[in-house]
C-alpha cells in the first residue's frame, strides 16, 4: 500500500511533468520525426524523473521545509560551481562534437558550444538575441527570482519546499548562464539528451525550478485560480519594494556609520 501510494499519480506531479511536457509540445511541433526516433529514451527519462518527482511529494508530505534563505543561497552557489567545473572539465579534455553514451538511447556525453546561448533562439532561428540580450534577461530574472522568494517567506512565515526548490533551481540554473554568457559569451552544453537535445547541468536546474514552482501553483490551486491580474501585479510591486527596503537598511546603516566616522 506504501508503495502505490508512492507511485500514485497526483495533481503535484502532474503539475511536476509539465516543463517537460511544453518542451516535447513544442518539439513534437517543430520536428515530429527526431521526437519519434527520441521515445524509448525519453520514456526512460520521464520514468526516472516520475520517480524524482515522487520522492519529492513524499518528502514533502513528511513535512521536509526548506532552509534558511542564506543557505538556500549557498546551495544556489554550489550547483553554479559543479555546473561550471564540468564545463571547465568538457573544455579542457573532450574535443569539440565529441560523443559518448553514458545511457544507451537516454542520455549521452558530449561537447558542443551553442553561440547563440539559448535553445529557443536557435529552433526559431532569432538573430536579435544574443549574450547581451541574455544577460540582461539572466540578472533581472534572477533579482524577481529573489524578490518573489522573499516576499513570499515573508508573507506566509515558512515557505513550502517547492518554494525553495525554485529558487535555488532558478537563481543556480539564471546564474551559470550568467557566466556562460559573461566570460565565454557562448553556452558550452554538454548533456545529450535522447539524441533529441544538447543540454547542460544548467538548464536541469531550471527544469526543476520551474517544476518546483509548478507544484507550488498545484498546491495552492484554489487561491491561484481565484487571484487576478491586477492582485498578481500588486503582488509583484510588493515583492520589488520589499527587497529594495532589505538593500537599503544595510546601505543606510553603512552611509550613518561613515557619517559619524566608524567606517575609514
Not at 39 to 48: K, N, R, S, Y
Not at 104 to 126: C, K, R, Y
Not at 137 to 148: E, K, R, Y
Amino acid at each position: 500500500m506504501q508503495l502505490m501510494a508512492f507511485f500514485k499519480p497526483t495533481r503535484t506531479k502532474a503539475a511536476f511533468l509539465l516543463p517537460g511536457a511544453g518542451f516535447l509540445l513544442l518539439e513534437l511541433i517543430l520536428e515530429p520525426a527526431a521526437v519519434k526516433a527520441a521515445l524509448p529514451g525519453l520514456l526512460f527519462l520521464t520514468l526516472l524523473y516520475y520517480l524524482v518527482a515522487s520522492t519529492a511529494v513524499a518528502l514533502r508530505w513528511r513535512g521536509a521545509y526548506p532552509d534558511r534563505f542564506s543557505r538556500l543561497l549557498l546551495y544556489a552557489l554550489f550547483l553554479i560551481f559543479l555546473d561550471q567545473a564540468c564545463k571547465c572539465l568538457i573544455i579542457n579534455l573532450l574535443p569539440l562534437g565529441w560523443k559518448r553514451a553514458l545511457i544507451p538511447g537516454a542520455l549521452s556525453l558530449t561537447h558542443f558550444h551553442n553561440m547563440q546561448g539559448s535553445w529557443i533562439a536557435v529552433q526559431f532561428d532569432l538573430t536579435f538575441v544574443g549574450p547581451s540580450l541574455l544577460i540582461a534577461v539572466s540578472v533581472l530574472d534572477t533579482l524577481l527570482a529573489l524578490s518573489l522568494y522573499r516576499y513570499y517567506a515573508h508573507r506566509c512565515g515558512r515557505p513550502s519546499l517547492w518554494a525553495g526548490t525554485a529558487l535555488v533551481g532558478l537563481v543556480a540554473g539564471l546564474g551559470s548562464a550568467l557566466i556562460d554568457l559573461a566570460v565565454r559569451g557562448f553556452t558550452v552544453d554538454y548533456l545529450g539528451v535522447a539524441g533529441l537535445v544538447v543540454a547542460d547541468l544548467k538548464d536541469f536546474y531550471l527544469y526543476f525550478g520551474f517544476a518546483a514552482l509548478f507544484g507550488e501553483i498545484a498546491e495552492n490551486w484554489q487561491a491561484a485560480r481565484e487571484m487576478s491580474i491586477r492582485q498578481s501585479i500588486n503582488h509583484l510591486q510588493q515583492a520589488l519594494l520589499l527587497s529594495m527596503h532589505e538593500l537599503a537598511e544595510p546601505l543606510k546603516s553603512w552611509l550613518e556609520r561613515k557619517r559619524s566616522g566608524q567606517v575609514l
